[in-house]
């Protein structure tokens, strides 16, 4: 799962996405409301926590352009101003949740974790296909009585590929979700996690393969 961190106070921002990261999530973190309006505007967040005080565009018109452009991501906006007319104003703009600051973390990962399951995340720690079983906190894999660790980008693609196993997922989203929206990793970087994840499959003994669809995606199939 990826986050999205809009807060302009950065060491509150380094907070955030390290109480974030500790529970596994993948975290983006940007400072003004325009970047935040742009990186949200990608598709590739599952979950935007959203300061309303931002430098260039408050969080209340990002959180309204957002749904304009029809991005539906969760919204949890935090704020200082806890009155009833702002918290109003924040759910009309678009949020699905509003936190006032301070806060701790437990309250945060909670509210993480309903808006994930309202956003009908797969809540089992167990990932499945065929004769594949993925858990999503150790980043095991096993097939019958053989299991195998994997990496946590192995981990992270896998989740992905399991999630949609019959659909073709583009290199261009495994980039984005798995190394970064900024991140400078090209088709070599995914063909070679591809390859480690094959050897994986083999060394637990699975009948799925990874398939490769020429300039689209790959897709787990059962072998023939």
């Known amino acids: 799962m990826r986050i999205l961190v809009v807060e302009d106070e950065k060491r509150l921002a380094m907070a955030l996405s390290q109480i974030l990261k500790e ?3 993948m975290v983006d973190a940007v400072y003004d409301g325009a970047d935040g309006l742009d990186y949200g505007s990608s598709g590739i967040y599952d979950l935007i926590v959203l300061d309303v005080m931002l430098p260039k565009m408050d969080g209340f018109e990002v959180a309204r352009q957002l749904r304009a452009a029809k991005v539906n991501t969760p ?3 935090l704020t200082a101003r806890d009155t ?4 109003v ?4 703009c678009g949020a699905d949740d509003y936190m ?8 945060l990962l909670a509210r ?5 399951r309202r956003q009908g995340e797969v809540v089992s720690d167990e990932l499945t296909f065929e004769d594949l079983s993925l858990s999503a906190s150790s980043s095991m894999l096993r097939c019958g009585e053989r299991e195998v660790q994997l990496n946590y980008k192995e981990s992270e693609i896998l989740k992905l590929l399991l999630a949609r ?6 290199k261009e989203e495994i980039i984005t979700k798995v190394w970064g929206y900024d991140s400078d990793a090209g088709d070599g970087n995914v063909e070679a996690y591809m390859s480690f994840l094959r050897k994986k499959l083999a060394f637990v003994g699975s ?9 689209q995606g790959y897709r787990l199939e059962k072998r023939a």
């Not at 993480?112 to 994930?116: D, F, K, M, P, Q």
């Open 23 to 25: 529970k596994s999530y």
């Open 75 to 77: 919204i949890l906006m």
């Open 84 to 87: 009833v007319p702002d918290k």
């Open 89 to 92: 104003a924040g759910l009309d």
């Open 100 to 107: 006032t600051k301070p806060f701790s973390p437990e309250e």
């Open 112 to 116: 993480v974790r309903a808006l994930s």
């Open 165 to 170: 196993p019959a659909l073709l997922l583009p």
């Open 207 to 215: 009948g799925v393969a990874i398939t490769a669809v020429k300039k």
